[in-house]
């Protein structure tokens, strides 16, 4: 069972959506115009909708009389960044992108919703959820905390990335871990200031903060297993305003990645203890701020299985990947994933062309994939909410 014919009928219609959404950007909890137009879709396709959770949230329920419920989930926020491409859809918000293919989600997720709204070939609950601010935000645990699961109850809820890198026509799906953990620090390393001439006079933070970039490497395999993917990356390094002043301070910040709880609990305390003890040695100070951000994406077993057969039926067995390598990029599907069982695909969007890979500024979601995930959306709901299940 390829691409469902209904669903090919309406590709075009799904293009200039999701181009209508690429160009119109909006950003964590900012997602206005798309709320409105997703809430505007559903409505006219005959669906319930409910408005406001996480503020920008949108909600649609279709019911097709007596049975168990699904949830499926698409993400509707942009990048803070400048899309360098330069075609009819370019954003026309300044320093907005959806870099991120979630304008792709979106309207692969409406998609789906119409043709189950016309078909209505299940006995059950669909709950359509449209959340804000997948990017840094985590407007997914926004969403739970705002009683997503208790005003929709869901047996099982369900969610999709697309993925360059991996062919056109191809889905990524196993149990357990897809996607990493995601944490944040910050460094602020005291010394005392001095002439750039005489480092003697001063305690140096420049010379300490790089010695602690190093040693935070060794956390990896020093402290935790090898065998558990881990990484710490300082991605800043501020300090210092002219060339011949020590400064006092410098800050460091950066993000951590781990899949298991035990490792997600060591780097903490290990990050600590070697930015102490490092700027101790030199009789300087650290101080460390540590925020756990997003917890593992970790499919369950009997979901995963469904989604793997739901694949296989639309983009056939040999393009499903049962064995895909867990990404360390984070998502905040896991806190859907942490209240409900469920599962999380990538679906191939063929290469990325000169390194325009996700978070790029020249990436764009590819349209000839929105038949084949909003195909995988209404195969999945019929299948879990079968005649007479
Ligand atoms: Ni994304």
Redesign the pocket.
Known sequence: MPVINRIADFHDDMTAWRRDIHQHPETAFEEHRTSDTVARRLEEFGIEVHRGLAGTGVVGILRSGEGPSIGLRA?MDALHLDELNEFDHKSVNDGRMHA???DG?TTMLLGAARYLAETGNFQGTVHFIFQPA??NEAGGRVMVEDGLFEKFPVEAVYGM??WPGQSVGTIAVSEGPMMAAFDLFELTVTGRGAHGAMPHLGIDPVVVGAEIVGALQTIASRVTDAQDAIVVTVTKFHGGDTWNVIPDQVVLGGTTRSFRPQVQDAIEPAIRRIAEGVAAAHGATAELRYERRYPPTVNNAREAEIAANVAAEIVGETNVDHHPVPSM?S?DFSFMLQERPGCYVWLGNGPGKAGCM??NPNYDFNDEILPIGASYWVRLVENVLSQGA
Do not use: V
Request: charged share 30%; with cysteine.
């Open positions: 993400d991120c293919g979630h989600h997948e990017e990335h697309n990029g998502e996700l978070h």
